[in-house]
């Protein structure tokens, strides 16, 4: 499937600091979501931006489209123990007829 | 609205038995999805529906797996015979529209012993 990927697999980072995941994709779009899921949990919807959009935010969250690139970051500012989760990017490929999930970057947050 | 809702929460069977797994999704949402998710394999989509209709089941084992929605407010994703293999957590969402936000049910962790 023509899943997006997240980078970095996994992110440590202390509490305070930034954190910032990368998607990237194939294929062109018409949005693309950023959803979290906590450890047990199922996914929850944090933001969507659309392909003319370049930058969104959303409280601490940060997100920007680049559609040249075929990429998008996810920034969380002053992060927090409770943000830690696995993040993932999901798709709506202009070709496909349905969301398409990344594989997820888990975020560790130690207070 | 209490969200999507999903039955059982937890599930331990032996290889070869029947498994079936429930889901109530939003009211007034068009589409139902069923994921399995696995360390392995990450998050999967195994079927989604359209109005109680399947739009693509690509991603289901067809030999033994099943998806029904009965109507607009139900929808149970069936395994027969199982195996240690399917031992996953299962997912439910239901969406408005076909790309629209997603949302997630707690999910069903099945383990086939």
């Known amino acids: 499937s023509q899943q997006g990927e997240e980078d970095p697999q996994a992110l440590s980072i202390q509490e305070g600091e930034n954190a910032t995941m990368n998607c990237s994709y194939k294929t062109s779009i018409n949005n693309l979501q950023w959803y979290r899921q906590n450890s047990g949990r199922g996914l929850v919807h944090l933001i969507l931006?659309?392909?003319?959009?370049r930058e969104k935010h959303s409280g601490r969250l940060r997100v920007t489209l680049d559609t040249s690139k075929k990429s998008s970051s996810l920034l969380i500012t002053a992060s927090r123990a409770a943000d830690t989760a696995s993040y993932f990017c999901?798709?709506?490929?202009?070709?496909?007829?349905?969301?398409?999930f990344g594989t997820g970057t888990r975020l560790q947050v130690f207070p | 609205d209490a969200g999507v809702i999903q039955s059982p929460r937890h599930e331990v069977t032996e290889m070869g038995q029947e498994v079936t797994l429930r889901c109530k999704p939003i009211?007034?949402?068009?589409?139902l999805f069923w994921y399995r998710q696995t360390m392995m394999q990450g998050l999967e989509l195994l079927v989604y529906?359209?109005?109680?209709?399947?739009?693509?089941d690509s991603g289901m084992p067809k030999d033994r797996f099943s998806a029904k929605m009965p109507n607009a407010s139900f929808s149970t994703l069936k395994i027969q015979p199982s195996e240690p293999r399917d031992s996953a957590v299962y997912f439910c969402?239901?969406?408005?529209?076909?790309?629209?936000?997603?949302?997630f049910g707690p999910g069903t962790r099945l383990t086939v012993l």
């Open positions: 529906f359209n109005n109680k209709a399947v739009m693509d």
């Open positions: 969402a239901s969406s408005l529209g076909r790309t629209d936000t997603q949302y």
């Open positions: 009211s007034g949402h068009d589409y």
């Open positions: 999901a798709t709506d490929e202009r070709k496909a007829d349905k969301l398409i």
């Open positions: 931006i659309r392909s003319n959009e």
